[in-house]
């Protein structure tokens, strides 16, 4: 998971209520991307960014908003209008080909 | 819709067996690449194969790759219990580097 953080590891939170992941990286690559992962399933893209100030979405970006103001950070906020939240979120970042995975967090909502 | 989708889904195998998963994907692409996954942690890069090569090693693994079949195929040589994980293939989608992931093999290597 090496140079690539996401805080916390565990989130719980009611439902109705706006809930921001972090997503922090010192390997200096500019692109970045929030996954969302379900039980026995493969990762699907939420959002992505190639650049500072700059995103776009993926294949599942409703109910869900990202940032990117430093080239660092990427976080994403879960909102109420997500239907269905609880998941397992993995950000990543990579210089190209390549992608590079934070260790996730695992969102419970009630 | 899934570009990859990984064959089998579970896989149970003994410690110093091999083990093979394999990847179909639906449309033309210029490299494919192989990840894993241990329970509740994030994924590792394991090998990237391009279109051009038809088999590429890295320590225990292999990877091939046909094009005309849209296939791919990783093989863990000698098997340890630390292999156990979900392996999953990614390839390439839209624009800007994005990867599409298969749903995943869950590798399962009893001591």
């Known amino acids: 998971d090496g140079g690539i953080t996401q805080s916390p590891k565990y989130l719980f939170r009611k439902e109705g209520q706006n809930v921001t992941l972090s997503c922090e990286q010192n390997l200096n690559h500019d692109a970045m991307y929030w996954y969302r992962q379900d039980p026995g399933q493969g990762l699907r893209l939420i959002y992505y960014s190639q650049i500072v100030n700059d995103f776009q979405k993926g294949d599942i970006a409703e109910g869900y908003s990202v940032s990117r103001e430093k080239k660092e950070s990427f976080p994403l906020t879960v909102t109420s209008a997500q239907k269905n939240p609880t998941a397992f979120y993995l950000c990543?970042?990579?210089?190209?080909?390549?992608?590079?995975f934070g260790p996730g967090t695992r969102l419970t909502v009630t | 819709s899934q570009q990859g989708e990984e064959d089998p889904q579970a896989l149970s195998i003994q410690e110093g067996e091999n083990a093979t998963m394999n990847c179909s994907y639906k449309?033309?692409?210029?490299?494919l690449q192989w990840y894993r996954q241990n329970s509740g942690r994030g994924l590792v890069h394991l090998i990237l194969i391009r279109s051009n090569e038809r088999e590429k090693h890295s320590g225990r693994l292999r990877v091939t790759l046909d094009t005309s079949k849209k296939s791919s195929s990783l093989l863990i040589t000698a098997s340890r219990a630390a292999d156990t994980a979900s392996y999953f293939c990614?390839?390439?989608?839209?624009?800007?580097?994005?990867?599409?992931f298969g749903s995943g093999t869950q590798l399962t290597v009893l001591p």
């Open positions: 449309t033309s692409i210029n490299n």
């Open positions: 990543a970042a990579g210089p190209g080909l390549e992608q590079y």
């Open positions: 990614a390839s390439p989608s839209g624009s800007a580097r994005q990867l599409t």
